[in-house]
Structure formats: structure tokens, C-alpha cells
């Protein structure tokens, strides 16, 4: 089946560094991506959609200048975390879509502790 | 705001009992979709249903998409240990909105 990866799969960094997550289809094609978040026992919250070519369309209440998103390829989407605070340590996830597949293909998420 | 309600949030079964989840969701979904995440993993896609009052089935696993395509079940029969973990649903409404998840834990 299709694959998705990640990198990092986590990270530790200090309050206000960025932190820039990658997002690769690696067998098929991405025109669109979608980034989730997920904190400890609840469920995913979708907070943007990476678009190839074009801007990101980000959900109600996600700071598109804190959580900048740059779609550069068919195959890569990154999420970079600026000024990253303790409140935004979470689980993010990248999920893709095949083309005309019914299928979301998700990543193996990036697991972010913010000291 | 549209909301995708999934009860129970967490169900604890003896290995061999039947387990459901339900999402009901505040408006007309144009399909549902189910995912499987295990414990410290990501979320892997069970299945999509699209038609009102579809059944489709996988082994063990049951999915209904009711009549009115606002709510939806996942019925495990007879479980196994393996079948462990958070399950969500995640409906269309023009938005992607998933469920809250339920947690299932299996004794062995």
C-alpha cells in the first residue's frame, strides 16, 4: 500500500526555537496533505490543508504565522512550529490522500516536547 | 458548531464479547470514515461508507451508515486482544470532523 513517512518521528527542543516537520508521500503523489494535531487522549484535530503550488488553507483558530506550511513538491509538505512554546507539545500528524482512492494514508507522526 | 459526537469515549471487554462505538453526527454526512490507532501508533483507515443504510463488513468488523447519513457504527464480534485500541470515526460535512474516539480494551 501506499506510504507516508515523517521526520523527525520526535523531538525536544526549548521554548521559542522553530521546529519544521516533513511530510512525504513516498510512492505515489500528494496535491494535497492534510496536518493534524493530537494531544495525549483525545482525538485528531485538523488544523490545516497543504495544498501543492498554492497557500495552505488553515482551520478556525490555527495561527497561520506560528504554523507555517509549505507544500513544495507532489511528494513533500513541511509544518514549521515557530516560536514553539510548551502548550504546543503534541503529537502532529500528516495524512495524503491517494487520487482517486477513498483511502487517507497517514503518517507516522512527529511526537514534540516543547521545555 | 458541526460536532461528530463518538460514544462511549472508553470500553473495557472480556476477550470473546461483541463491542460497538457509535458517531452521531449534528448534520447530514455526505460519507463516514473509520480508523484503527493502536496505542503510541497513527491512524490506519478501516473503511469508508458513503450510501445511506450501507453495511459493509471486514472478518470480525461490522460498519453502518445509518438512513438519515447522520450517524454511524462499528460492531466487533467476538473480540481479540488484538483488536486493542482507540477507534474514530471521521465524517464529511464539507468539513473533515472526527470523532471523539473510543479506547477499547480487551481482557484476555
Known amino acids: 500500500g501506499a506510504v507516508v513517512s515523517q521526520h523527525p518521528s520526535w523531538v525536544i527542543c526549548k521554548s521559542g526555537t522553530s521546529v519544521k516537520i516533513e511530510c512525504r508521500s513516498l510512492?505515489?503523489?500528494?496535491?494535497?496533505m492534510f496536518w493534524y494535531r493530537q494531544f495525549p487522549k483525545q482525538s485528531l484535530m485538523l488544523m490545516a490543508t497543504s495544498n501543492e503550488g498554492s497557500k495552505a488553507t488553515y482551520e478556525q483558530g490555527v495561527e497561520k504565522d506560528k504554523f507555517l506550511i509549505n507544500h513544495a513538491s507532489l511528494t513533500l509538505s513541511t509544518l514549521t512550529v515557530t516560536s514553539a512554546h510548551p502548550e504546543d507539545s503534541s503529537f502532529y500528524i500528516c495524512s495524503a490522500p491517494l487520487t482517486g482512492r477513498e483511502t487517507q494514508y497517514f503518517g507516522p507522526g512527529t511526537r514534540l516536547l516543547v521545555l | 458548531g458541526q460536532q461528530v459526537m463518538q460514544i462511549p469515549q472508553y470500553q473495557h471487554v472480556q476477550e470473546g464479547e461483541d463491542f460497538t462505538t457509535y458517531c452521531n453526527s449534528s448534520t447530514t454526512l455526505s460519507n463516514i470514515q473509520w480508523y484503527k490507532q493502536r496505542p503510541g501508533g497513527h491512524p490506519v483507515f478501516l473503511i469508508q461508507l458513503v450510501k445511506s443504510g450501507e453495511v459493509k463488513k471486514q472478518k470480525r468488523l461490522t460498519f453502518q451508515f445509518g438512513e438519515a447519513k447522520k450517524n454511524s457504527s462499528l460492531h466487533i464480534t467476538a473480540t481479540q486482544t488484538t483488536d486493542v485500541g482507540t477507534y474514530f470515526c471521521?465524517?464529511?460535512?464539507?468539513?473533515?470532523?472526527f470523532g471523539q474516539g473510543t479506547t477499547l480494551q480487551v481482557k484476555p
Open positions: 510512492d505515489f503523489q500528494a496535491t494535497t
Open positions: 471521521r465524517g464529511n460535512t464539507g468539513k473533515l470532523i
